[in-house]
Every structure is written in structure tokens, then in C-alpha cells.
């Protein structure tokens, strides 16, 4: 359990196939079964995309994984594959095994629509993602033709595998983080595989979700020592600010390693080779130091530093450890020219506001008021913009039409949200809150804010939500015509323009349905 970093029963169950003991625990048989299920559909679809990716439909495939430098052993290695451009060529593998519905239905592999169940990656480079013992539970798919509007494509959650959970290749990687007693954090599949063949092998990669506490958790187990090599632009340098405080609210101090501008650990490893990267990390910035260099203030107005340094005591205030605290409250003094009592202060007040937060959270406030289908579908969007999914902002950001909100509070929140987010590339809740100034505003939107989303497929939530948005006026304008058409009929009235009205909304419906469909099928 400690070496390998995994539960009981896992490390029971591993010594038992090392020397052939088996093992017998209650289990239910059926829940067994379906796990079992489960995580050899993953290693059959693993197995699929790899043969597709040395057959002919994949050797365009091959030549560009061939042009972005990763090896035939890297390849062969982390089991990198190809889904081709077909709606149900993994589905039809699949079902020759006889697996039943409940188990296709919950692997994350295909999508559901009115039209039936369809192989979810089509026409991608495959990515499997492993368990700390190495079974393939998830896919991330990349398209590498630059037609789709989602570069990355993941598989949704499932009941093997949580997204906030896993680190791509730590399965392979923990134990050269555990001899190096360090780790370096990469974004993507391309910057894990391409530090990997040049032999840096003691890093992760969080492709496809924001870094979580459950990550830092999972961190911690082997090292206490992080450089985050994100994108050098402007949204990598964000998102690794972003990490870089996650991991220090989780007792890790972490470095930040400057990548060139406009580059990223693939191109810049593929250029010049580890050894700048290597030499890099011995140069690595701190986490505050390396914020303030790139907050886009102007640090030479006082009210500029004032507002950078209420950003950073946000961010550490929920720090368990007093000591790192203040030790990062004397960095922020020191850097700042900030006076470090009034920084406590401020620190304190936002403690103190965050322990009320929790003291609110009591049952009898839990009920937020939203009943209408429209209302229902508005609250999901804000939990789903909340969620940090970058890839769930995007897409809800890009089909949103705030006009079609019928909940005033909750449409000036999503818009506070979506602005706040594409300002800073993060949410601060707390400046959120303070938009509003009547308390019973304040504390619903309070309550809306630590609202969780929990859906296996958001994206699909998502689309769901935005189409009852759409729907709801022309069903009530449908309900509307059809009361006037009874009055018409009553009174002996011409009633064939009403008729006409009512078929032109059903129409109206109709086309939305497609429209679900047509969102349904690109994502």
C-alpha cells in the first residue's frame, strides 16, 4: 500500500497474483462483474485503437505523430492509438463481445442520442489514460486534422474514472519521481511523451481538467517538491498560476519554470533538447513572484498593488498550514512594498468570511428557489461555468444567449462569472458575492456558488440546458395560441390564423430538436 500508493483491497488482490493465492472477500458478485466488465472494454477499445493506428487507415496518423517526433517506442509504450472516422466501428467491436447495455452505456466510449449510441471519438489520435496499477480506464482523444472546435476530446466520467482523480503516466512515472524526489506538472499528452523520450521521466501531465485537490493529494504521496512547465503564453501562464496555488493550499511549495514565449515543453524539448528545460528547473520562480510578474498590473501604482495583493491573500486563504501562510504573506509584503500587518488583516477578514460561509451551510438554506424548466436549466449552466472545466466555459460561452434568461439574478451572475472569467482566466467569488448589495441577494447567490456540478457528461448537460432555453418561450407561446384558439372556437370565430401560429411554433420546436442533435454529435 505505501510503495505502490494504492488502497487495501488493491494491494491484496496484487499479492495474490504475484503468487498465485487467490483471493476470497464479500464483494457483491454482480458489482464485481460489472467492474470487471468495465475495465476490459477500456483495454479492448485499447487494443482496437492500436491496431487501427498500424493498419492503413491510420498511417496518415502515423506520419504525424512521425513529423511531431515521438518515436515508435514511445508509441508502442504508452499504447497511443486511432479512432477512425466512423460512428460505430468501436460500438460494433464491442457488441460481438456480447457486453451487456448497462456496461456500454457507463464506459464513457459513446454517446446517446435520439438517433441511437455512437462511438464517442471519431477520427482522433488516443491517448489511454491508466490507474495507479496501469489499467486503461479513460481515453483522451486529440484531432489532429484542425477541423473540430475541441482540439481535446476526454472520456466522460464513469464509475473507473474521475477526472480529478488521475495524472496522465503516473502509472509509469512514480518511480522516477520517488528516486528524483521531484515532479514536473506538463498540460498536455504531446508535453508528457516528449519530455518522456528524452529521457525526463519524472513528471505527470493534467490533460483535459484543472489541477484539483485530489491531484495535490495524490502528489503529496511522492513528493514535496513541484515546477509547474505550462504553456509560455498567456492562458498557460494562468492556468499555472492557478495550479501553483492549488498545490500550495495543499502544503506544497511549488516552482514555476519560465517557457519561452509562445512555446510550450513539446516544441521546446523537440528544438533544443531536455537539457534547457533540465537547467531551467534550477531557475524555477516562485509561486507569488512569478504571479506578480505577469498579473498585467501596473505594480508601480499603489492601488495596483493593493488590488494584486487582496488577488494572492484570496487565493491562500484557505491554507491549513499557519506557518506557509505567513510566510507567503511576508513574500507578498516584502515584493509588494505592502505593509504585512495590514495584510493579516485583510487575511483574517477574508478567514472570517470563509468560516461564515461554512457556518451557512446548513440544511434549511440548501433550497434554492428555482422551480420553472427554464430556471432549472439557467441554475445548471452557473454550476457547469463553475465547474473550471475550460473546455465546458468554451463551448457554454459559445452558444449562450443571455437574452433567453428568464431569471434576472441568475442571468447577471452568469454574465459576472463569464466576464470575470474572461478577464482573469479565473473566478474570485468572493468579488462575485460582493456585486450584490441586498442580503437576501448575497446569500442565495452564496448558496448558488457552492452548488457542486456533479454530471458524468457535462457537455452533455450543457447542450440540454441551452436547447430548454431556447424551447421554453416557444412552448409558452404554444400554450398562449392554444388558449386563444379555444376562445376563437367558442365564439364562433375565424380561428385558421391561430392555427397557423401554433404550427409554425411546433415547427419552431421541431428544428430545435435538430439542433440539440447536430451540438449532440460535435462534441
Known amino acids: 500500500m505505501e510503495y505502490e500508493k494504492i488502497e487495501f483491497i488493491e494491494a491484496i488482490k496484487k499479492l495474490g497474483e504475484r503468487y498465485s493465492i487467490e483471493i476470497k472477500y464479500d464483494e457483491d458478485d454482480k458489482s464485481k462483474q460489472f467492474f470487471t466488465r468495465l475495465y476490459e472494454i477500456h483495454q479492448l477499445a485499447a487494443d482496437h485503437f492500436q491496431k487501427n493506428l498500424y493498419s492503413s487507415t491510420g498511417e496518415k496518423v502515423l506520419k504525424y505523430l512521425a513529423d511531431r517526433k515521438l518515436t515508435e517506442d514511445t508509441i508502442k509504450q504508452f499504447s497511443i492509438g486511432y479512432a477512425e472516422d466512423s460512428w460505430d466501428r468501436l460500438l460494433s467491436l464491442i457488441k460481438t463481445k456480447k457486453y451487456p447495455d448497462d456496461v456500454i452505456n457507463k464506459s464513457g466510449l459513446f454517446s446517446r442520442t435520439e438517433k441511437g449510441i455512437f462511438d464517442r471519438f471519431r477520427g482522433r489520435i488516443m491517448f489511454p489514460i491508466t490507474d495507479m496499477s496501469g489499467k486503461v480506464v479513460a481515453f483522451g482523444g486529440r484531432d489532429f486534422t484542425g477541423k473540430s472546435d475541441a482540439k481535446y476530446l476526454n472520456s466522460s466520467e464513469t464509475p473507473i474514472y474521475y477526472k480529478s482523480n488521475l495524472l496522465f503516466g503516473l502509472s509509469t512515472t512514480k518511480e522516477a519521481i520517488r528516486k528524483e524526489k521531484y515532479l514536473i506538472i506538463v498540460e498536455g499528452y504531446m508535453d508528457f511523451l516528449q519530455l518522456y523520450q528524452n529521457e525526463i521521466y519524472n513528471i505527470v501531465a493534467i490533460s483535459g481538467t484543472a489541477l484539483t485537490e485530489r491531484h495535490v493529494n495524490q502528489i503529496r504521496k511522492f513528493t514535496d517538491t513541484v515546477y509547474l512547465a505550462y504553456d509560455g503564453d498567456d492562458p498557460g501562464r494562468k492556468a499555472a498560476i492557478r495550479a501553483g496555488y492549488q498545490l500550495l493550499r495543499g502544503g506544497i511549495s511549488p516552482q514555476i519554470i519560465p517557457v519561452p514565449e509562445e512555446s510550450d515543453p513539446d516544441s521546446w524539448v523537440k528544438e533544443k533538447g531536455p537539457k534547457p528545460l533540465l537547467q531551467s528547473v534550477k531557475k524555477a520562480k516562485e509561486l507569488t513572484s512569478f504571479h506578480m ?55 483574517s477578514a477574508q478567514d472570517r468570511k470563509r468560516k461564515l460561509r461554512k457556518t451557512a451551510e446548513k440544511p434549511e438554506l440548501a433550497v434554492i428557489p428555482f422551480t420553472s424548466s427554464a430556471e432549472k436549466a439557467q441554475f445548471e449552466l452557473v454550476k457547469l461555468i463553475t465547474s473550471e472545466e475550460l473546455e465546458i466555459i468554451s463551448f457554454v460561452k459559445q452558444y449562450i444567449n443571455l437574452n433567453s434568461f428568464t431569471n434576472n439574478l441568475l442571468k447577471n451572475l452568469t454574465n459576472a462569472l463569464l466576464t470575470q472569467y474572461e478577464k482573469d482566466g479565473s473566478f474570485n467569488f468572493s468579488r462575485i458575492i460582493d456585486i450584490y448589495q441586498k442580503k437576501s441577494d448575497r446569500d442565495l447567490v452564496s448558496r448558488i456558488l457552492l452548488e457542486s456540478s456533479s454530471h458524468s457528461d457535462a457537455k452533455e448537460v450543457a447542450v440540454d440546458c441551452l436547447i430548454t432555453l431556447e424551447q421554453y418561450p416557444i412552448k409558452q407561446s404554444i400554450s398562449e395560441q392554444r388558449l386563444r384558439l379555444r376562445e376563437l372556437e367558442k365564439n364562433g370565430q375565424d380561428s385558421l390564423s391561430t392555427i397557423s401560429k401554433v404550427v409554425e411554433l411546433q415547427e419552431q420546436l421541431k428544428n430545435l430538436d435538430s439542433k440539440r442533435t447536430e451540438l449532440l454529435n460535435n462534441i
Do not use: F
Open 293 to 347: 510578474e505577469h498579473c498585467g498590473l501596473d505594480l508601480s501604482r499603489p492601488s495596483h498593488r493593493s488590488q494584486l495583493a487582496k488577488e494572492i491573500i484570496s487565493e491562500i486563504v484557505n491554507i491549513r498550514d499557519e506557518i506557509l501562510r505567513r510566510y507567503t504573506v511576508k513574500q507578498i509584503s516584502e515584493e509588494l512594498s505592502v505593509d504585512e500587518d495590514s495584510l493579516l488583516r485583510i487575511l
